[in-house]
């Protein structure tokens, strides 16, 4: 496998006993084909299956909810089912002044379908849904709810670092708020069907999703059974989620051989005509990287790029790309009326115009101003396990190029994307420092080594180069409370500033303005010598009532000011309430099990995560690392 797969059950199970006349698992399809502001109609569709020798009548009711739980319509039907077949009851049920799902406010409705046989209910099941409106317009973009919205995404892999392939509700939820902080507002699930209940969340929190159900074709491991199983994965893909409001694009496939050849042409008209045929209410797509297999094709002028991208628009909705921002030109030029995602991008290089292995410092976001362009979805929103060979091999035991460590923590190349993303004014800082433990990233998914802080001592120089990541039209640096320069954004192409600023210790000061006026501010600061452990902590949800607890260390001197070079051993402790689930520090050559007690800080933090097995009990985690240094966190 190029990523970690896990092994044995890794997601939550369930064993759903019927009657012999029930609704079909994943049988029911909720779609809204009218919506205004004064009423939506919701569509419901429902399999029954009898497996009965005769034939069965029965009665069926559908109430929907919103999301206060107030019963907002309904309907009621008789249904007869021959034996030993399946058939569809279907119901049209307007529901007044609708409440849409948005990225903003995804609000929730839910269907309740119940079956009764002989006057005794023998069935009931309940589907949440969205009422919402998607479109591509083509020189628009990607539209939702009336609105032009810009995709700003990441991929995501499905492993959750410190429990590997095993589904935690939990730690998915956390790492969703943490693209949330930087204004992540889209997912693509690279490249497999994800767990259902990350869509669950995508639907609660607001995220748009391009929903992928196949990496390669007939290549790597699922070629070997591909003519056998495509149909019936893609099937179970479509049936389990196209109820799903966050779910706004299928994807097909990721970077398969051939492109553009007739035989792959063949499968990709295969695969998209039956998505339409199984759900006509979403555009399909495939992630398209034709130029780096072939070497043909790769030597190929982008004009010639352009007509093989064309050939295989026929049967998709949307281009979709990996890597190839630098073309998007040409393809426009070629298909005007077709839209363009970025499916994979790199976090802050961008692709050279003559060459696919040439890059330059200027951000891929910028490409997305265009109109035609809808999007990006960058690799990759957070470090997975596996795929470590692409990272220079062992010691790495993954992916580390992402915006957020395993252990869910926000790198400082974050806040580059954010600077992109907000719509609020924001600045952040960061030094670029060559000593800095070499993170293994691949080379074009790298970014200069910035650190966090205002701690270089060690380098033995006057001057630092300083680069400002920020939304708004201006920024001033400050040291000691004095001006020293001020910048424009637009001045800089590549879309982050850079400043070279006198080192000495003390305080260092970066000011966001608009229109002359400061509107943010950060000030970073000397840290003394490590002083204690910081420990703090928020309570998660883990699903069938079980909480997990996060706890984040962060060594800090005496004033509270972070110690990102403290790289003591530490040790977690807790109490009888409390079980262990993992600790990590988020680097991948740390060798430590995640299910030891012990391990390094890493850039001066280390997260623990554990079980609430009895919340009647004193809660309380203390740590000591092996110089001394101490934290104590007590919750009841």
Not at 276 to 288: G, I, L, N, Q
């Amino acid at each position: 496998d190029r990523w970690y797969s896990g092994c044995g059950i890794i997601r939550p199970v369930t064993l759903t006993v019927t009657d012999k006349l029930h609704i079909k698992p994943f049988g029911i399809t909720v779609t809204t084909p009218e919506i205004s502001d004064e009423s939506a109609t919701v569509a419901v569709s429902v399999r029954i299956q009898n497996n009965f020798d005769g034939e069965r009548k029965a009665s069926l009711g559908i109430t929907l909810f919103d999301s206060r739980g107030n019963a907002c319509g309904s309907s009621t039907g008789d249904i007869t089912v021959a034996a030993g077949t399946c058939t569809t009851g279907e119901a049209r049920i307007t529901v007044q002044h609708p409440r849409r799902w948005d990225i903003e406010d995804p609000a929730l409705y839910t269907c309740r379908i119940t079956l009764c046989r002989d006057g005794k209910e023998t069935d009931m099941v309940e589907e949440r849904f969205g009422i919402r409106t998607v479109r591509l317009i083509p020189g628009k973009g990607f539209s939702l709810n009336g609105r032009i919205v810009k995709l700003k995404g990441v991929n995501l892999h499905h492993d959750l670092g410190m429990t590997g392939a095993a589904w935690h509700k939990g730690l998915a939820r956390q790492r969703l708020e943490a693209l949330k902080s930087i204004s992540c507002n889209a997912i693509r699930t690279s490249h497999n069907p994800p767990a259902a209940e990350l869509l669950d969340l995508c639907d609660e929190m607001g995220f748009l999703v391009m929903d992928e159900a196949f990496d390669k074709w007939d290549t790597l491991r699922y070629g070997l059974i591909f003519d056998a199983c495509w149909k019936d994965d893609l099937d179970a893909m479509i049936d389990r989620d196209r109820n799903h409001p966050s779910v706004v694009i299928w994807s097909v496939g990721n970077e398969v051989n051939h492109q553009a050849h007739e035989d792959m042409i063949e499968r990709l008209k295969m695969l998209t005509d039956r998505v339409r045929e199984k759900d006509p209410t979403r555009p399909v797509t495939f992630a398209m990287e034709p130029h780096a297999f072939d070497p043909v094709q790769a030597a190929l002028p982008p004009a010639e790029k352009a007509k093989l991208v064309e050939k295989m628009l026929p049967y998709i909705d949307l281009i979709s790309c990996n890597y190839q921002e630098q073309w998007y030109d040409d393809y426009h030029r070629l298909m005007p009326d077709a839209l363009i995602v970025g499916t994979e991008t790199l976090p802050f290089y961008r692709g050279d115009k003559g060459r696919f292995d040439s890059y330059l410092p200027v951000n891929p976001w910028l490409d997305c101003r265009e109109d035609y362009v809808i999007g990006q979805f960058i690799w990759a929103g957070v470090d997975y396990l596996g795929e470590a060979v692409g990272c220079g091999g062992w010691p790495v035991r993954g992916w580390s190029a992402g915006l957020i460590d395993t252990a869910g923590q926000l790198k400082v190349k974050a806040q580059l994307t954010r600077s992109m993303w907000s719509e609020e004014p924001m600045i952040a800082m960061a030094v670029c420092d060559d000593t800095l433990k070499n993170p293994m990233e691949p080379a074009i998914w790298s970014s200069p080594k910035w650190a966090e802080g205002w701690d270089f001592d060690h380098l033995g120089v006057t001057c630092v180069r300083v680069n400002v990541f920020t939304n708004c039209e201006e920024a001033e640096i400050r040291q000691r409370d004095r001006p020293l320069l001020r910048r424009r954004l637009d001045q800089f192409p590549g879309g982050f500033m850079e400043f070279f600023v006198p080192w000495e210790k003390g305080e260092l000061t970066a000011v966001g303005l608009n229109d002359g006026q400061e509107v943010c501010r950060q000030t970073l600061k000397t840290a003394g010598a490590p002083h204690h452990i910081r420990l703090t902590s928020k309570v998660y949800e883990d699903g069938d009532k079980t909480q997990i607890l996060r706890v984040e260390a962060l060594a800090v001197d005496a004033g509270g000011i972070p110690c990102y070079r403290c790289d003591q051993h530490i040790t977690f402790m807790w109490g009888e309430g409390l079980s262990l689930m993992g600790i990590d520090n988020g680097d991948l050559t740390d060798h430590t099990p995640y299910a030891s007690a012990s391990r390094r800080l890493y850039l001066g933090r280390c997260v623990a995560c554990f079980v609430l097995k009895d919340d009647s009990r004193p809660l309380s985690v203390s740590v000591v690392t092996d110089q001394g240094l101490t934290g104590k966190l007590t919750l009841r």
